[in-house]
């Protein structure tokens, strides 16, 4: 592979532009006291929701949006809860681009589809449209 080019595999083995797509920290929803104001705007909350994922959204009057991952916890060890957030943060950041700006995002995994990305990919991006 040519140097020039900076690709790098990520887990799923696709090859990902190792410069331009980052999750930075201002885009993470880490602090309690911003899951705090996220969750008090009730009446300002957008909700999306599928089989899968239950995607909460709130208008930050940013630029960027924000997000955080949860994963309820209904009978599954702690590796196949964590490896369904990289999951969502890997579609996150490589599709980024398509995701509606402005909002702060709150994503819910009910159901864990571990084995087809594309699935996962092709459900996450039609709940962010409902955003727009």
Known sequence: MNRN????????????NKVSS??????????RNDIVV??????????SVNYFYTILGLKNNRSYS????????NKLNSVKRNRAKRIVREIYRAEKSKIPAGYDYFIIVKKINLYSLEDCKTNLLKLFQRFK
């Open 5 to 16: 080019n900076k690709l790098l595999t990520n887990d799923f083995g696709n090859f990902v």
């Open 22 to 31: 980052k999750i930075y920290y201002k885009e993470r929803l880490k602090k």
């Open 38 to 47: 996220f969750f008090e705007n009730k009446a300002d909350l957008r909700k």
């Open 66 to 73: 924000r997000f955080a991952v949860a994963v309820k916890k």
